[in-house]
């Protein structure tokens, strides 16, 4: 028999090797301004021609190198980055391999000056699929200038797999924004077809961002920062009133590398829920600083990808964080009160528990989300303990515990007897007068977050309270809507619907919520929604069936209310933890002090 295998010659193994690192230009982008990141420049530029297909260069004013490195470093797997195996769980550089330079000499026209600081003269390189054309001494600038032309030249079926120029120069940009977004404190220059398309200073992240993406975004972003001892969460997060219908602005980097993982967009948008619409993205800019031994970032070539040793623990602590900071934002521009996630004072129907004397303190440095530390080391929701709301809202009774309001009347702390104003205008908002402007509510959405958030606390206690029907009602379904109640009969039970199964796809109605008049139509709803969203990477069922119930059992628009009545519902909704939005992420209030009024007047 006939031997038949044989060794690739060294030029085609690299062409393929190559490919890997080296997809398109952007890709050749990526590598050159990582490099000049690792070689401490301060300024780099790059300059693009043709989306890249004729030139990409990249000058930067980093440390440079000597004659021998030069040379040494467009050698398959040479690095000055890493020795030993060890090391690769200790890198703060973003390449590593040594593989860049030697798969881009592989299949593109490459010439490279580069001087240290401390040589007089530099060196100038011509190499040319993986060949040496030249090499002589050159004077030029500290520093590296290296320019990749006419890219897969000799790999044409790789060419002609590029995509148009729109499309290259896209990923182009997107390779440049990554890396000049959180190498902040260096400043870039991007030049395509001579065009100076960005010029960045040396700057905040904060400043780098609005640089980047416009100026509207110094009042989009709120901050947030949290501080572990395994990890540091710093960033951005956009204000949930800017959320996009389309994924727009969402940056992950840990360790200064950009990076996409599902995992943790999961922790930041499930922190967004029922803040946004559920077809829209939150933006968030967000930098993780971590123990490189807590993460392998070796396992892809191209490093988007990234596994944390302890995942879990990094998503509760960013989930809290973005939680916390959305927290601030949705209450300090008008309210700045202390809410008891447990109080129960959403629902007539609760249960009673002892009244305790309500305290009245003040703590600026409130937020609802306050999270604190277990011995595990994750987070977990705190119970904040003070209160100062009654700067503004001075006139009504504050409830510390769930407890009646007579019985707060009659202690001797009560806050003050002035009442608020309530007015209602076209049966459908009401207009309350503060110490501080005016307030409009909306009445449907302000009842939906009161129930929503209600229902959210009964689901995840467990405590429901079941009428019995007298008259059970037979519900009909279809065998995949049946099929859609089996699999959330529990939950369902949470909330106070006791279904008995009756086969062929009917069940018997036999307890529901209290008040629920309409158990048909809510069952309805929630199968509904289940359909819609439990796909959804962010689907979370109590969310779900809350929201359902609230949207169904809220007053609604075009309802007469008594003005007991609404001051029941502005009372509870300023008891909520978030109540600003409706579950659907819509606005429940405008609100306009002294100043706005005066400017609406201009
Ligand atoms: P890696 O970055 O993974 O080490 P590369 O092939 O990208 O591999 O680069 C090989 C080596 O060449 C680097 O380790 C570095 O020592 C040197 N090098 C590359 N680009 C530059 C530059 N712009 N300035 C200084 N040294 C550089
Ligand atoms: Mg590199």
């Not at 989306?51 to 030069?70: E, P, Y």
């Not at 090391?87 to 590593?96: C, E, H, K, N, V």
């Not at 040496?132 to 320019?147: D, K, R, S, W």
């Not at 009442?419 to 908002?429: T, W």
């Amino acid at each position: 028999m006939l031997n038949i295998i044989k060794l690739l010659p060294d030029s085609v193994a690299n062409q393929i090797a190559a490919g890997e690192v080296i997809q398109r230009p952007a890709s050749a982008v990526k590598e050159l301004l990582e490099n000049a990141v690792d070689a401490g420049a301060t300024n780099i530029t790059l300059i693009v021609k043709d989306a890249g297909k004729t030139l990409v260069q990249v000058i930067d004013n980093g440390r440079g190198m000597s004659v021998v490195d030069a040379r040494m470093s467009f050698e398959r797997h040479a690095t000055s980055k890493i020795t030993k195996a060890d090391d690769l769980f200790s890198i703060r550089t973003m390449g590593f391999r040594g593989e860049a330079l030697a798969s881009i000499a592989a299949i593109a026209q490459v010439e490279m000056k580069s001087k240290p600081e401390e040589d007089e003269i530099g060196t100038s390189l011509i190499i040319e699929g993986s060949k040496v054309m030249e090499q002589n001494p050159v004077q030029c600038p500290t520093g590296t200038n290296i320019a990749i032309r006419n890219l897969f030249y000799n790999v044409p079926a790789r060419r002609n797999f590029l995509k148009s120029d729109n499309v290259e120069n896209r990923h182009i940009l997107d390779e440049f924004m990554r890396v000049s977004l959180i190498h902040h404190q260096i400043g870039f220059s991007y030049y395509n077809n001579d065009k100076l398309v960005n010029k960045l200073i040396p700057a905040s992240f904060k400043s780098r961002i609005i640089s980047l993406f416009g100026q509207t975004y110094n009042e989009r972003m709120i901050a947030i920062e949290q501080k572990t001892d395994m990890v540091i969460i710093s960033g951005f997060i956009g204000k949930p009133e800017f959320a996009k219908k389309t994924r727009g602005e969402q940056y992950f980097f840990v360790n200064k590398r950009y990076i996409k993982h599902a995992y943790l967009n999961h922790a930041v948008s499930s922190a967004f829920l029922e803040l946004i619409p559920s077809d829209a993205f939150p933006s968030y800019f967000i930098h993780i600083d971590i123990d490189p031994n807590e993460i392998d970032i070796n396992i892809h070539p191209t490093k988007t990808e990234i596994n944390f040793k302890d995942g879990k623990l990094i998503y509760a602590i960013l989930h809290a964080a973005v939680k916390q900071s959305i927290g601030r934002h949705t209450l300090t521009p008008i309210i700045d009160f202390d809410v008891d996630p447990s109080v129960e004072t959403a629902f007539q129907q609760r249960p009673k528990h002892n009244p305790t004397q309500p305290q009245i303190r003040v703590n600026p440095d409130y937020n609802p989300f306050k999270t604190q530390s277990t011995a595990q080391g994750f987070h977990t929701y705190q119970k904040p303990d003070t209160d100062n709301w009654e700067s503004l809202f001075g006139n009504v009774e504050k409830q510390e515990q769930p407890t009646s309001v007579d019985s707060v009347i009659s202690n001797e702390n009560k806050i003050t007897e002035e009442r608020v104003e309530f007015v209602q205008v076209q049966k459908s908002f009401i207009l309350c007068t503060l110490p501080q402007g005016l307030m409009v509510i909306h009445q449907q959405r302000a009842h939906e977050r009161i129930l929503f958030e209600y229902f959210m606390h009964q689901l995840s206690n467990r405590k429901s309270i079941s009428q019995q029907q007298l008259f059970p009602e037979h519900l009909q379904m279809s065998p995949e809507d049946a099929d859609i109640v089996r699999q959330i009969m529990a939950d369902l039970e949470g909330l106070g619907f006791i279904l008995n199964p009756m086969g062929s796809n009917t069940f018997v109605i036999v307890g529901t919520p209290p008040e629920v008049n309409n158990p048909q139509a809510i069952i309805e709803l929630i199968v509904e929604n289940f359909k819609k969203e439990s796909q959804n990477l962010t689907y979370d069922q109590n969310a779900m069936l809350a929201r359902s119930m609230a949207v169904e059992m809220s007053v609604k628009q075009e309802t007469e209310l008594s003005v007991k009545e609404m001051s029941e519902l502005y009372k509870n909704l300023f008891t909520c933890q978030v109540p600003t939005v409706s579950p659907g992420g819509k606005k429940t209030f405008l609100h306009f002090d002294k100043k706005s009024l005066t400017d609406l007047f201009i």
